[in-house]
Every structure is written in structure tokens, then in C-alpha cells.
């Protein structure tokens, strides 16, 4: 059974400051790999998908890694904006159940203070 | 283009009543899926619809239901509510579910059930 865990649950930082996310999965049998941003009471954004064929996706200040052999996969942000605080969350498409049926992590909380 | 429109975007329930849900999806998208998100259990699959199929199910109970229609809009429904489905309902549309294009997400149904 795929689990997805993400590494620190909450993460505060000063502006400016390049941080990363962590996010771990157990069975490297994945189609792809997706982050996702939630603000509070909000829906899932969309931020970087890492087909299992690839390494690395970049978006701006963005960028995702995806080691399957290890099963992790990191979120590295540039330069740290208030704007960025936000749940991430992670989720994998389980190459042998897939259909729209993503296993998510539980999130990462981060603050980033002016 | 639009996004995925998800009403309403507030219900209020008391324990044994049943409620609907509603999904539309961005245009030209066939497959929708539904989630569940709670502090405890994070997002959980409910469950996936392409052409007016179920495609794929989780572990729900057969209280929560779904259909999809012509025009690939879909409807969850809930019945028999009990306290514990409190939740936000998501639903998140992509071309196909099996593709590599990232799902995108409406921003939800929170439902409380009292």
C-alpha cells in the first residue's frame, strides 16, 4: 500500500531564506509526482508534476526533484516571499491504480515572516 | 478558462439528513474525481468518473455516491449524514485521469453536519 509522508510538518522562516520541503513514498511504482499549494480554506493549486521518467521539474522560483529508486522527492524555494505561506502537499498516481486516485501526504505548513 | 466550480460552497447538515454535491469541470476535461480533506485524516480518495463511469472508488462506505453527466459534470451525494463527514469536498478535473497533465482543483464544498 503506497503511504506519502511529508517532512517537517510546519516550517517557519524569515523572508529571503531558500528552504526545502521533503516528501517521501513507499512503493516506487508511481506515474508521476505532483505538488500542490493550499491556502486556508482554499482548493489545491497546482504547482510542479514530475512524470517518473524525469528528475527535475522547474517553475520560477520553484523547483522539484524526484529520486524513485530512493522514493523522495524535494521542493526547493528560492528566496522566501510572505506570499508563500501556504500548506504544500505532495501526492503521487500509483503507476498500477491510477484514474485520478492521487495518495497524498499529510502537508507541510509554512510561514514566512516579513 | 474557467476553473473548477464546485457549489455550493457552504452547507450546513443535521445528522441523518443527505446532501449533494456539485462539480463542474474545466472545459474539455472528461475525467472528475472527488476527495475528502480532514484534520485528522488529511485528503482521501472518494472517488473517479470519466464518460459518465465510475472508473475507481476508495474505501468509503456506500453512503457516498456519485454520478457524472453527458456533459462532464458531476454530483456527489452523501447520505444518512453522520458528525464524522464533516469535511471540505474537493473535486479536481484533468483530460483523461490517466494522462500526465496535473489534476486541477476546485476550491471546494465544506460541509458541517450538526
Keep these: ?54 528528475r527535475e521539474q522547474t517553475s520560477g522560483r520553484l523547483n522539484a526533484s524526484l529520486d524513485k529508486s530512493s522514493g523522495r522527492s ?19 498516481l500509483s503507476r498500477y491504480n491510477q484514474g485520478g486516485k492521487l495518495i497524498f501526504g499529510q502537508g507541510t505548513e509554512l510561514s514566512v515572516k516579513p | 478558462k474557467a476553473g473548477v ?41 472518494l472517488f473517479e468518473y470519466f464518460s459518465e463511469t465510475q472508473r475507481n472508488k476508495g474505501n468509503f462506505p456506500g453512503r457516498f455516491s456519485g454520478r457524472q453527466f453527458s456533459n462532464s459534470r458531476s454530483e456527489m451525494n452523501v ?7 464533516s469535511a471540505l469536498y474537493l473535486c479536481a478535473s484533468s483530460l483523461d485521469g490517466h494522462d500526465n497533465s496535473p489534476l486541477h482543483f476546485g476550491n471546494g464544498t465544506r460541509l458541517t453536519v450538526t
Design chain 1, 74 to 92: 524535494t521542493l526547493y524555494i528560492a528566496a522566501s516571499q510572505p506570499g508563500d505561506s501556504a500548506t504544500y502537499l505532495c501526492a503521487v
Design chain 2, 79 to 85: 447520505s444518512t449524514l453522520e458528525l464524522g463527514d
Design chain 1, 1 to 54: 500500500k503506497q503511504e506519502v509522508t511529508q517532512i517537517p510538518a510546519a516550517l517557519s522562516v524569515p523572508e529571503g531564506e531558500n528552504l526545502v520541503l521533503n516528501c517521501s513514498f513507499t512503493d516506487s511504482a508511481i506515474y508521476n509526482l505532483q505538488w500542490f499549494r493550499q491556502d486556508p480554506g482554499k482548493g489545491l493549486t497546482s504547482l510542479l508534476l514530475i512524470q517518473s521518467s524525469q
Design chain 2, 5 to 45: 466550480t464546485q457549489t455550493p460552497r457552504y452547507l450546513i447538515k443535521t445528522r441523518g439528513q443527505q446532501v449533494t454535491l456539485s462539480c463542474s469541470p474545466i472545459s474539455g476535461h472528461r475525467s472528475v474525481s472527488w476527495y475528502q480533506q480532514t484534520p485528522g485524516q488529511g485528503l482521501q480518495f
